[in-house]
């Protein structure tokens, strides 16, 4: 990372990104078999202050042994979501382990047009259920194509890049802003020996592909955070883009990551866990705009009892965080009505939000993560009326600085080799209005 004096905003964005970061956040998997359960994680999400979720559509409830597509069979789950104000993105999944032959073009722009047609915005089967300007927008289709404990006969990639073209083309038939998008690559081959990225280069330059989908599961000796950049989101979006041949100004998205407990505690993945959320939220696109569209953890519904790497939950019913959940919850609530101004992980690591009478700094305080790793911290030009500053780790709320009057404030004292989040709060009487 070059050397900055970034303290302030560095790149201001347009005001029209409003999703706050708890709106970009959520988990699955959600199946339509299973309402009571989806009932339950719905739940969850709206204790969180989580927006979105990942359906998970398997090949036949996407596309019949007779070559018919059965969209109605998520109708009851849809509605659920809609309830629960929770916005759903698909996922229809296909392994050569399970599934019979992928199918072309055709078979994918009928399954594309169908879903489309019942879910998206405003489609009729909605608004005869009373919902308008709500749907799906986020279409995705066979996830982790090189993993081979489910994909022991490997995928063609001239029928995989078929496959994704039909289906962008039978969504696109519907509506022309939704979105359609691979299913999330797996980090590890993702740039080695790829096959599948160099096939739909050329889908993604022509607009049909319009993000691309990476899971991160951060490890301390496989996937290492500590001391290196080389492992994030953001760097791996750039050098994939570029080997695969990627011109075009995409959007991103993970449908899952986390920091593994693997070998250490729940507080040392909880702290590395904080960095990859921010991490995950905070990818920006050619021009250092924020491209990331959505972050589900992976998985905030599972219990460490049968899940000790990833799970977040430590009981369900009532849902009991780890300290990993906490985390989750915690950024979703401070954040809550505020939407990112500035950008900058490539260089300083520091990200400001606004809204509701509060700015947010994060700083991503590792080495590699920020030019300037210290334990002190300027943070200058204070909003007018900001009173105090509260220093959040991963660990919650650790000191109150108060601020009234000033214009520029050096908060130390920080705790190394970490992120930290200061959450600025101003007096609502101070506050111009808009």
């Known amino acids: 990372?070059?050397?900055?004096?970034?303290?302030?905003?560095?790149?201001?964005?347009?005001?029209?990104?409003?999703?706050?970061?708890?709106?970009?956040?959520?988990?699955?998997?959600?199946?339509?078999?299973?309402?009571?359960?989806?009932?339950?994680?719905?739940?969850?999400?709206?204790?969180?202050?989580?927006?979105?979720?990942?359906?998970?559509?398997?090949?036949?409830?996407?596309?019949?042994?007779?070559?018919?597509?059965?969209?109605?069979?998520?109708?009851?789950?849809?509605?659920?979501?809609?309830?629960?104000?929770?916005?759903p993105m698909l996922l229809f999944e296909y392994y050569t382990k399970w599934n019979g032959p992928l199918g072309g073009h055709d078979k994918w722009f009928q399954v594309g047009q169908a879903f489309a047609q019942r879910f998206a915005p405003n489609s009729p089967f909605l608004k005869s259920n009373g919902i308008e300007n709500w749907g799906i927008r986020f279409y995705s289709a066979i996830n982790e194509p090189m993993w081979k404990d489910n994909n022991p006969t490997p995928i063609d990639p001239n029928e995989y890049a078929a496959a994704l073209e039909g289906l962008a083309d039978g969504v696109h038939s519907v509506g022309k802003d939704l979105r359609v998008s691979p299913g999330g690559f797996q980090e590890i081959p993702l740039l080695r020996t790829n096959r599948y990225g160099p096939v739909i280069a050329r889908l993604y330059n022509n607009g049909k592909l319009s993000a691309m989908d990476i899971h991160r599961y951060y490890d301390i000796q496989w996937q290492p955070m500590a001391g290196t950049y080389q492992n994030s989101l953001?760097?791996?979006?750039?050098?994939?883009?570029?080997?695969?041949?990627?011109?075009?100004?995409?959007?991103?998205?993970?449908?899952?990551?986390?920091?593994?407990?693997?070998?250490?505690?729940?507080?040392?993945?909880?702290?590395?866990?904080?960095?990859?959320?921010?991490?995950?939220?905070?990818?920006?696109?050619?021009?250092?705009?924020?491209?990331?569209?959505?972050?589900?953890?992976?998985?905030?519904?599972?219990?460490?009892?049968?899940?000790?790497?990833?799970?977040?939950?430590?009981?369900?019913?009532?849902?009991?965080?780890?300290?990993?959940?906490?985390?989750?919850?915690?950024?979703?609530?401070?954040?809550?009505?505020?939407?990112?101004?500035?950008?900058?992980?490539?260089?300083?690591?520091?990200?400001?939000?606004?809204?509701?009478g509060k700015t947010i700094w994060v700083w991503q305080n590792r080495k590699g993560w920020t030019d300037r790793p210290d334990t002190t911290l300027t943070l200058k030009d204070l909003p007018e009326g900001t009173e105090s500053i509260e220093v959040y780790g991963f660990d919650g709320l650790r000191a109150t600085v108060k601020v009234k009057g000033k214009r520029d404030i050096q908060i130390s004292e920080l705790a190394p080799e970490q992120t930290t989040m200061f959450v600025g709060h101003r007096n609502a009487a101070e506050i111009p209005l808009l």
């Open 1 to 87: 990372m070059k050397q900055s004096g970034l303290l302030a905003m560095v790149l201001l964005l347009p005001l029209s990104l409003l999703a706050d970061p708890g709106a970009m956040m959520g988990g699955g998997n959600f199946y339509p078999d299973r309402l009571d359960q989806a009932q339950q994680r719905f739940d969850i999400l709206n204790q969180i202050g989580a927006g979105m979720c990942r359906i998970a559509v398997s090949e036949n409830e996407y596309f019949t042994n007779s070559g018919t597509s059965r969209p109605e069979t998520l109708d009851d789950l849809v509605l659920l979501a809609h309830k629960y104000n929770t916005e």
């Open 234 to 356: 953001q760097n791996q979006f750039d050098l994939v883009k570029k080997q695969w041949g990627i011109t075009a100004d995409i959007a991103f998205y993970t449908t899952e990551f986390n920091f593994k407990k693997r070998d250490i505690t729940e507080q040392q993945a909880a702290r590395g866990f904080l960095t990859a959320l921010w991490d995950a939220l905070g990818v920006t696109g050619n021009q250092g705009q924020p491209v990331t569209q959505f972050a589900l953890p992976w998985n905030i519904f599972h219990t460490p009892t049968s899940d000790d790497h990833y799970g977040l939950t430590l009981k369900n019913t009532p849902w009991t965080p780890t300290l990993r959940g906490d985390v989750l919850r915690m950024v979703c609530q401070l954040t809550k009505g505020t939407h990112f101004t500035s950008l900058d992980p490539r260089q300083s690591g520091v990200f400001v939000l606004q809204g509701s």
